[in-house]
């Protein structure tokens, strides 16, 4: 795609194409002057239009760095720094934005595909295991007792409500107003005049926290930096903040390590069933579009692990392995969709279990994002083809 100066964008993927609020394509990987970036891409007649429609106030605009425009007339764009006014060409730009794939799935063995992906799910479920288990073990060293290690499950559990980029943010929030502080304070679970829910919205939105909770306005200014781009109002920090006090509110009181332990031996005969039981551990509040499976796979069953290991309790260990092995699939979401696309393979093919498609997003995360084709561990396995 030509631009304005003579020089060339080369479209390695157009991005998604965004059918409600936001840019127009999200998550574009483009290449100019020798350089990969990565990002989204707005198009419009007008370079003024940028301005015209408000883009350069919308928080979800923040992450365009392409600005696409049949008439730059001189103007400009408006964007981030990074963004670039591109005239269009006369061919259009359908023409311009080629579907990108590696498309090798099509002759692949669902099977073979959905094995390696498991074990790749599993390996990724093994570092979270021993991620945690370094955090135990400095809990514990820090004098931290049983209350130590409810704590480190906490912020882990507020890690995994965080989702598309609002995980680090999330964990600081618990670590800021710790489960003690929530489970001693005097509430009713679920009221929304809860001290603790307050105090973290105050920490995470700034002056005005509960006004901009009701209102559904993001302008209060906090301590940490959130994620609102591509972000589904169920997932929205807000909701997932009031849940994290619910699951709070609703803890084990004995602590975390016992409940999850039991869990998994009341289910050992029959581990299909484990993740039922784990979720009822953390089903708080459900009407803000939970995610108790997410956590269970990303947070208690390495958890669980991570504490076998510790106490070298094989049982433990090998009851975790069987029910994350055994796990049912996620609800799907878009990165299992993006990295299948890319794949050229249907996720109901191949990710039939949880663990599979915690190796989709592992390929994800890892390589495929970026484009790191030579790195992919299944195009580099030696894949045998589909039979007939």
């Not at 989204?40 to 429609?53: C, G, I, P, T």
């Not at 959130?226 to 084990?252: C, K």
């Not at 796990?327 to 039939?352: D, K, M, W, Y």
Request: aromatic content about 6%.
């Amino acid at each position: 795609m030509p631009i304005d100066g003579g020089r060339t964008i080369h479209v390695h993927f157009p991005g998604w194409h965004n059918r409600g609020a936001g840019p127009d394509f999200r998550d574009a990987v483009l290449e100019a002057d020798g350089s990969l970036v990565r990002g989204d891409v707005e198009v419009h007649r007008d370079a003024r239009d940028w301005v015209r429609h408000g883009h350069d106030t919308d928080l979800r605009y923040a992450n365009v760095v392409l600005h696409v425009v049949a008439n730059a007339d001189g103007e400009a764009p408006g964007p981030s720094r990074r963004a670039r006014a591109v005239s269009l060409p006369d061919t259009g730009i359908g023409e311009s934005l080629e579907p990108f794939g590696c498309k090798v799935g099509d002759s692949w063995d669902p099977d073979a595909v959905r094995t390696i992906l498991e074990a790749i799910g599993l390996a990724r479920y093994r570092v979270a295991a021993r991620r945690i288990g370094a955090r135990l073990g400095l809990a514990l060293s820090a004098g931290g007792g049983t209350g130590g290690a409810d704590q480190v499950a906490f912020e882990e559990v507020a890690a995994a409500l965080g989702y598309v980029g609002n995980e680090g943010a999330m964990r600081r929030c618990a670590r800021a107003v710790p489960l003690v502080t929530i489970r001693s304070a005097e509430a009713t679970l679920g009221d929304p005049a809860d001290p603790s829910l307050s105090a973290m919205l105050d920490l995470a939105f700034g002056d005005a926290a509960a006004e901009n909770f009701r209102s559904g306005h993001d302008r209060g200014r906090g301590a940490f930096t959130w994620v609102f781009t591509g972000v589904r109002p169920s997932n929205h920090p807000r909701e997932r903040i009031a849940q994290l006090v619910a699951i709070a509110r609703a803890w084990p009181a004995g602590g975390i390590e016992d409940a999850v332990i039991d869990a998994l031996r009341t289910t050992a005969h029959v581990p299909h069933r484990a993740g039922a039981r784990l979720r009822a551990l953390l089903a708080a509040n459900t009407q803000n579009g939970s995610r108790e499976a997410d956590v269970v796979l990303n947070v208690l069953l390495p958890f669980a692990r991570a504490v076998g290991l510790r106490d070298r309790d094989g049982d433990v260990v090998a009851w975790a392995d069987t029910a994350f092995a055994g796990h049912a699939p996620l609800s799907g979401n878009a990165v299992i969709s993006r990295v299948a696309a890319r794949l050229g393979v249907v996720p109901r093919q191949v990710a039939r279990t949880g663990a599979a498609q915690q190796g989709l997003i592992a390929v994800w995360d890892g390589p495929c994002r970026p484009l790191r084709c030579d790195l992919c561990p299944l195009a580099n396995t030696g894949l045998p083809a589909m039979p007939g």
